[in-house]
């Protein structure tokens, strides 16, 4: 996770889009429940896909506000709210107390999360429908591998992000060599089934002396 340090132009684009996320994940959460509670069978449920295709056909004469940021933020907030109610129903299946998902509160870990265009320009990460933005940090390399999606989130006024990769990591190398049994111990500190042995450095008893010094000094210290 990065410390981001946007302009006042983008500050407000970083507000805006996790405004939208919020409202389609609110807006999301009471489509289900009156789902629920007005239909019969199946037609009680829908998923991330239907609401996202919803909501897109409202945008223009309900939403219209929602163009001025990416798309990707109210689709992932809508898949959001989708693995939330798996969880709910996992939950309920496996007898595990998962809390019923929550609508979610103004400036309360405000967030949002965007996938597609997103790559780094040395201490700068370009964001969709948002620009380039400056990374307080200076590292050589702020990822490996490909870039899947970011989370930007916001903690106190600032403003952070996180990236999530796609890394190959290659099979580790196979262990060679004779496997050996390590018996600790106190006297010794340890033992190993070849017979080696390692002495115990016994570090307490060597510094016993001075710590009940420094123990007696604080003692006699006064708190002002």
């Given at each position: ?22 409202f389609?994940?609110n ?14 069978g199946?037609?009680?449920f ?23 940021c ?73 990822y ?38 390590v ?15 390692f ?10 002396a ?15």
């Open positions: 996770m990065y410390e981001l340090d946007p302009n006042n132009h983008q500050r407000s684009f970083l507000q805006r889009h996790a405004g939208v996320a919020r389609t994940y807006w999301g959460l009471e489509h289900r429940i009156k789902l629920y509670k007005t239909n019969q199946n037609d009680r829908t998923d991330a896909m239907k609401q996202h295709k919803l909501l897109t056909s409202l945008k223009e004469t309900q939403f219209p506000w929602m163009y001025h990416s798309k990707c933020a109210p689709q992932e907030a809508l898949r959001d709210l989708g693995r939330a109610f798996k969880n709910f129903y996992r939950g309920l299946k496996t007898g595990k107390h998962i809390g019923f998902p929550r609508f979610k509160r103004k400036g309360v870990n405000d967030s949002f999360r965007l996938n597609g265009s997103i790559r780094f320009e040395g201490r700068r990460i370009q964001l969709p429908r948002i620009g380039k933005i400056r990374i307080k940090e200076q590292r050589p390399s702020y490996r591998g490909r870039i899947l999606s970011v989370t930007v989130s916001r903690r106190a006024n600032k403003w952070f992000v996180s990236v999530t990769v796609e890394e190959e990591i290659e099979d580790p190398q196979p262990i060679t060599g004779h496997a050996v049994g018996d600790l111990g106190i006297k010794t500190l340890a033992t190993l089934s070849d017979g080696t042995t002495p115990n450095p016994r570090a307490l008893g060597r510094r016993i001075k710590l009940r010094k420094l123990s007696k000094s604080l003692s006699r210290k006064k708190v002002y």
